[in-house]
């Protein structure tokens, strides 16, 4: 069993910018595929950034130049910085393990584990 827990959510004004962090649990995380995912009211779940155990990365087009993924994987921990934020990325993000996956894992089913989720609300 894997337990995620997400923290660095929070209200902040458009163009600004917050780091999420995931602590994952386990002895093997640098094994696992991480990825971050939101949900906006409303909306249905999509794949924000993702990372491989090897490093590859994955960025859906919304994000892309403006969020960064990375992993540390002597803290068992994944985080997504995200710069120039737009009230269009106003929702929960989870962030979702996928131990000893190969490759990057983009599609909400090849994961395995969930955090509980962190609110993002950007202001305009």
């Known amino acids: 069993q894997v337990q995620l827990v997400e923290s660095g959510g929070g209200l902040v004004q458009a163009g600004g910018s917050l780091r999420l962090s995931c602590a994952a649990s386990?002895?093997?995380?640098?094994?696992?595929?991480m990825g971050w995912f939101r949900q906006a009211p409303g909306k249905g779940r999509e794949s924000v950034a993702a990372?491989?155990?090897?490093?590859?990365?994955n960025y859906a087009d919304s994000v892309k130049g403006r969020f960064t993924i990375s992993r540390d994987n002597a803290k068992n921990t994944v985080y997504l910085q995200m710069n120039s934020l737009k009230p269009e990325d106003t929702a929960v993000y989870y962030c979702?393990?996928?131990?000893?996956?190969?490759?990057?894992?983009?599609?909400?089913?090849?994961?395995?584990?969930w955090g509980q989720g962190t609110q993002v609300t950007v202001s305009s």
């Open positions: 990372i491989s155990s090897g490093g590859s990365i």
């Open positions: 386990g002895r093997t995380f640098s094994t696992y595929a």
């Open positions: 979702a393990a996928a131990p000893g996956r190969v490759g990057v894992a983009v599609q909400g089913y090849e994961y395995d584990y």
